[in-house]
Every structure is written in structure tokens, then in C-alpha cells.
């Protein structure tokens, strides 16, 4: 046998190199938690905020109990595609309550979030048709954009303005408008109702992902849309609304819910839906005590609120002296933007020290020269809990 060149095996080397000078190496961690927000971290006792897990509800005991009893009924498995033999009546439920939990005709529940995202746009769109999208979208949009092969016209992030203009000169019919109703980076809101206003001007649907605003914003928790008042018999035939259910849900999977037309093509033509195996019917039932826990326990959006004024307020004094930026959110999501990779990753480390842990965001998940750490509250955490990160980045600010 001769010796063969292998390029692969000279050039990721060459290729990570190049990550670890830029300082955009990723490392993951093994974890396992212990009580409330406290988690083991590599085997390290940490106070985390980092979980998406916004109303504590992942390690719930009505939950366990749900999905226990989901495995004994049904197993562990879903077994095939829902178009064959996943579509268990425990998912069928599901479906039902989420369409009537956030008061839309009709919903469709996913395996995975990113997996939605992903396909559902390919479904809507394709060559020749126009997708108007966020700068700052999820990647799970960015790349259901670009798979669809539409034409992407980029608008500047929240910019109406630039988004009326880009709509105005587009000769295209089949017209998609797409955004994080929370941008999960900053924690911001999308203008909903100024989006839709310009999707009935010209003609357009709107697809709105609220990740990060399920379960947290709107009455009982039921999200952005509501919470602008646009579900229910304000509900609009040309909004399809996206949420995952890995967030304040505290499990997985995903679903999307609107007009029964909008909801029926997309259980013919999304590639993901029909070609991956149904999520097990366990994780459904599960989601179904999710979501009546999420309706009747205000008390923890509540919890968290008070947790994201106390942080908001507290950070205000530390703000000037390093340069760091709080960005504006209501949110569970709190982005403190220090600028350079190496001053985020450097702000984890010296919070990791205090056994707090904090992830830093880097680019591409940001934009460059806005790296951060991502502060994630829940309403697992105590005011205790907050306190003591404040006094740590005092410590680091000064
Ligand atoms: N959309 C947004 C806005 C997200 O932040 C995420 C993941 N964090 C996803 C979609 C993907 O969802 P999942 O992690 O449930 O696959």
C-alpha cells in the first residue's frame, strides 16, 4: 500500500490554530446539577446564568412525574415520522392545547427548534420568491433562508424603515418577512404590530420565532404575540408564529401555530417534519403539564421580573468606568457587551473564579466587536443569587 497525502488531517489543524488565535475556540463542559441555579461544572459547584430554562421548570416534579407516566403508556421511542407512525395521540393532544394556549386556529409540533426554523422557510419559499430578514435573526432562520434559495434582502436589525423600502421595490409576489420576536442575543423585542402593518401593506407573511418570549411574556405566559395583542379574534391570517418548547417550556421541541391553510402546507411540505422521526409521545406529555404550569404559576414570571429589575438596577453603576453596555430588555435575556472577544472571555473567567458561571458570547453568534456575557435569569434564581453576581462584576469592574 502506498502512503497517501490526507489534506483533511493537515488542514483542520491549520484551521483551529486560526480559532485559537482569534480566541473563538469553543470548549464545551460536562455538567450535573445540584439545587435551584446551582449546577456542577466539570465537577466545580457553580451558580449558572446560562439556562434558557426561564421559569425552572425543566427538573419539575409534575413534569418527571408526566413524563414518566408518558413512557410507561407509550414507551421511550416515537417510532417513525408522524406521516407514518409517530403521530401518537399524546402529540395530538399536545398540538390541540398549544394551538389553544396561544389562541391561534391551529399548530404543528416539532422534534427540534432549530430543525423548524430550518425547514418550515424552505416549505413557504423558494427560487425566485423574496425573504425579508432581521440582521439579527437566529441562525436557525438564517439558515432556513438560505436553504430555501429565495432571494434574501437583509434589512438592518429593527429597521422599518429600511424593511418598507426593500418591500416597496420588490416586484416579487410570494413575500416573506421573518424575525425573532426576542432576539436572543439581546434580549430585545421585535415591533410586531409595526412588522405586521407592513405585511398588509404589501402583501406579505410574517413569520415571528419567539424562543425566548414563550412562556415569559403575555398573559399566562403566552408570548409575544399575544402580549401585542394579535392572537385570539385579533388574530391575523398572515402571522405564522414559531416557538420552541426548550426554553421556558423546559424540554424540547418546538412548534408553530396560525391559520389552518398556513398550518396544513406546512405539514405537507416541511422536509423535517416529514422525513425525522416524530418526538416521543413521553416529551408530549410532558409538555402538556408545561403548559398548565406555565398558565397557572404567575408567581414565576413574577419571580423573574423582580430578578431582571434587580439586575438591571444593579449593573447601571458599574456600567461607566469599563465601557460595558447593558443593552435595553425586559427579558430573561440581559446582554452586557464588552467589545473585544478576549475582554468576554476574560470577564467569564474572572466570574467562573467567584464559581459563577456566565457564558460569553462571541462572534458569529454576535457581530463582531460586540462580544458578551449572556446573563440568562430564571426564576430559579434568588435574590441572593443575583446579589452575589453583582458584587463579583463590581469586583471585576473595578
Ligand atoms: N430560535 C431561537 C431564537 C433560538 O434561540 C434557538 C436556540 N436557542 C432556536 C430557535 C433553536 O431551538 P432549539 O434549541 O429548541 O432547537
Given at each position: 500500500m502506498t502512503a497517501s497525502s490526507n489534506f483533511w488531517l493537515q488542514d483542520i489543524p491549520r484551521q483551529l490554530a486560526a480559532l485559537d488565535a482569534a480566541a473563538l475556540r469553543r470548549t464545551r463542559r460536562t455538567v450535573a446539577p445540584l439545587q435551584g441555579a446551582r449546577i456542577l461544572v466539570d465537577g466545580q459547584p457553580m451558580l449558572q446564568f446560562c439556562s434558557n430554562d426561564y421559569l425552572?421548570?425543566?427538573?419539575?416534579?409534575?413534569?418527571?412525574?408526566?413524563a414518566c407516566a408518558g413512557a410507561q403508556d407509550f414507551g421511550v421511542g416515537s417510532g417513525g415520522s408522524p406521516m407514518v407512525n409517530g403521530h401518537s395521540t399524546a402529540n395530538a393532544a399536545l398540538?390541540?392545547?398549544?394551538?389553544?394556549?396561544v389562541q391561534l386556529p391551529r399548530a404543528l409540533y416539532f422534534y427540534a427548534g432549530f430543525a423548524t426554523n430550518a425547514s418550515i422557510i424552505p416549505a413557504l419559499v423558494g427560487a425566485g420568491d423574496a425573504i425579508f430578514s432581521d440582521a439579527l435573526n437566529h441562525a436557525s432562520l438564517i439558515d432556513g433562508c438560505r436553504l430555501s434559495r429565495g432571494q434574501i434582502r437583509r434589512f438592518g436589525h429593527g429597521d422599518l424603515a429600511a424593511l418598507e423600502q426593500l418591500l416597496a421595490a420588490c416586484p416579487v409576489q410570494r413575500k416573506l418577512v421573518v424575525?425573532?420576536?426576542?432576539?436572543?442575543?439581546?434580549?430585545?423585542l421585535a415591533d410586531i404590530e409595526g412588522l405586521l402593518a407592513l405585511c398588509?401593506?404589501?402583501?406579505?407573511?410574517?413569520?415571528?420565532?419567539?424562543?425566548?418570549?414563550?412562556?415569559?411574556?403575555?398573559?399566562?405566559?403566552?408570548?409575544?404575540?399575544?402580549?401585542?395583542?394579535?392572537?385570539?379574534?385579533?388574530?391575523?391570517p398572515r402571522v405564522l408564529y414559531m416557538a420552541t418548547l426548550s426554553k421556558a417550556a423546559g424540554i424540547s421541541g418546538a412548534f408553530v401555530a396560525g391559520h389552518?391553510?398556513?398550518?396544513?402546507?406546512?405539514?405537507?411540505?416541511?422536509?423535517?417534519?416529514?422525513?425525522?422521526?416524530?418526538?416521543?409521545?413521553?416529551?408530549?406529555?410532558?409538555?402538556?403539564?408545561?403548559?398548565?404550569?406555565?398558565?397557572?404559576?404567575?408567581?414565576?414570571r413574577d419571580q423573574l421580573q423582580a430578578r431582571i429589575a434587580q439586575l438591571r438596577a444593579g449593573l447601571q453603576p458599574l456600567l461607566q468606568g469599563k465601557g460595558w453596555q447593558l443593552l435595553p430588555s425586559e427579558t430573561a435575556v440581559q446582554a452586557l457587551v464588552v467589545g473585544s472577544n478576549d475582554a468576554a472571555l476574560g470577564l467569564m473567567e474572572g466570574l467562573?473564579?467567584?464559581?459563577?458561571?456566565?457564558?460569553?458570547?462571541?462572534?458569529?453568534?454576535?457581530?463582531?466587536?460586540?462580544?458578551r456575557l449572556r446573563?440568562?435569569?430564571s426564576a430559579l434564581h434568588t435574590e441572593a443569587d443575583v446579589k452575589q453576581l453583582l458584587a463579583a462584576l463590581q469586583e471585576l469592574a473595578g
Open positions: 425552572g421548570l425543566a427538573q419539575h416534579p409534575a413534569m418527571i412525574e408526566a398540538e390541540e392545547e398549544l394551538a389553544r394556549f424575525s425573532d420576536a426576542v432576539f436572543s442575543m439581546d434580549g430585545n398588509e401593506r404589501y402583501d406579505a407573511l410574517l413569520l415571528l420565532d419567539d424562543a425566548h418570549g414563550f412562556g415569559v411574556l403575555g398573559p399566562q405566559g403566552r408570548g409575544s404575540l399575544t402580549a401585542a395583542g394579535l392572537t385570539g379574534a385579533k388574530a391575523s389552518e391553510l398556513l398550518i396544513e402546507w406546512l405539514l405537507q411540505k416541511t422536509r423535517s417534519y416529514t422525513f425525522a422521526t416524530a418526538a416521543p409521545a413521553m416529551l408530549a406529555r410532558a409538555l402538556q403539564t408545561s403548559l398548565q404550569l406555565i398558565e397557572q404559576q404567575s408567581a414565576l467562573r473564579r467567584h464559581g459563577l458561571w456566565v457564558p460569553a458570547i462571541r462572534p458569529p453568534t454576535v457581530p463582531v466587536g460586540t462580544a446573563i440568562a435569569l
